[in-house]
């Protein structure tokens, strides 16, 4: 970390939604670029942008949605910058910050973090190791119903190459198979088609391009059902990338032959939290629960030592470059 000279001795962040372990890492190296951090574990609302008094930046995660009145009474106090700390951002409405004062920027991480998970999530889909893993915890040996398949032997979609898809084409070069790649602006070493082509060929479907209103619902029931028969699912994006209902519903005739979801619509309130004793209210989720080809995992593809270090460290650099005039979000 080098900050600017012109950044004054210290400089003030307020920390909202941090979890413990980002705590330890903002208080090892917010001293070391005369940064004085404010650390909470709430999330930020209307209710506690007191804590933001007297600094310019904040920090929010993207576990939960920060609202329009919220960004507001962040203006009222002084916030001009709101860094969170993710790749994407569809949780803020960013021209409505910028219209009261404040801009937004995400935070730059390992791409290996995703791009290795991604890999393991098409490995465990295609040799069936939810059916295989759950059989032998009871004990039974037998070979699985389904023979497992070979990269090698697939095509691979990959749909979007910014620095996580480049990672994950990067990858499956090693396991020898055909990688096709959907994306405006190719940067990958990936066949590039349009994305009906993709999905018309691929055997699997990994995702990996931002949320937003053009790509909600990017795979709908139009373009599930215009997919390879018997074709995977992996979405390590968004949850609202793909439609619930229609691909529950592909998985269920056997239109599809499995999904691996990090990510889902309606995860808000119940990933990241225990619960074990508690009723689910989500029946998209519970539906894909219950399906043997569905692998669910709660939003955990970045969460890896040194990506958690590089959100805490650029959290840290893109605040101080704000204050320091270098960057307006």
Do not use: W
């Not at 979890?19 to 404010?38: H, I, K, N, S, Y």
């Not at 749909?159 to 405006?184: K, N, P, Q």
């Amino acid at each position: 970390m080098s900050p600017s000279s012109s950044v004054v001795a210290t400089t003030g962040i307020t920390i909202y939604g941090c979890e413990q372990d980002e705590a330890a890492l903002f208080r090892e190296m917010a001293p070391r670029c005369g940064v004085v951090p404010t650390i909470t574990e709430a999330a930020v609302s209307e209710a506690n942008v007191e804590l933001a008094f007297g600094n310019r930046c904040v920090s929010v995660g993207h576990k939960t949605r920060v609202t329009n009145s919220t960004l507001l009474a962040l203006g009222r106090v002084g916030v001009r910058y709101v860094s969170t700390r993710s790749v994407g951002y569809d949780h803020i409405d960013v021209e409505y910050a910028e219209s009261v004062g404040i801009s937004v920027e995400n935070v730059a991480y390992s791409p290996d973090s995703v791009a290795d998970y991604a890999l393991m999530l098409m490995l465990m889909l295609v040799r069936n190791a939810r059916t295989t893993v759950r059989r032998v915890d009871v004990h039974d040996y037998r070979l699985a119903d389904v023979r497992g398949k070979e990269l090698r032997d697939l095509t691979v979609g990959v749909i979007g190459t910014g620095r996580i898809g480049v990672g994950v084409v990067e990858r499956l070069r090693g396991f020898g198979c055909r990688v096709l790649a959907c994306d405006s602006r190719p940067r990958a070493a990936a066949d590039y088609v349009p994305l009906d082509e993709l999905l018309r060929l691929s055997d699997i479907v990994t995702l990996h391009t931002p949320l937003t209103a053009a790509t909600h619902h990017l795979l709908d029931r139009q373009r599930i059902a215009r997919m390879k028969h018997g074709a995977f699912v992996v979405n390590t994006g968004r949850g609202s990338l793909v439609d619930t209902e229609a691909l529950a519903s592909a998985l269920e005739s056997g239109r599809l032959g499995g999904a691996a979801l990090d990510v889902i619509e309606g995860e808000e309130g119940i990933f990241y939290t225990d619960c074990r004793n508690t009723t689910i209210e989500s029946g998209p989720l519970l539906r894909l629960h219950g399906m043997p080809n569905v692998l669910i995992s709660p939003h955990t593809a970045y969460y890896t030592d040194h990506a958690l270090g590089d959100i805490v460290e650029n959290t840290l650099v893109n605040c101080l470059r704000f204050e320091s005039g270098e960057r307006h979000g």
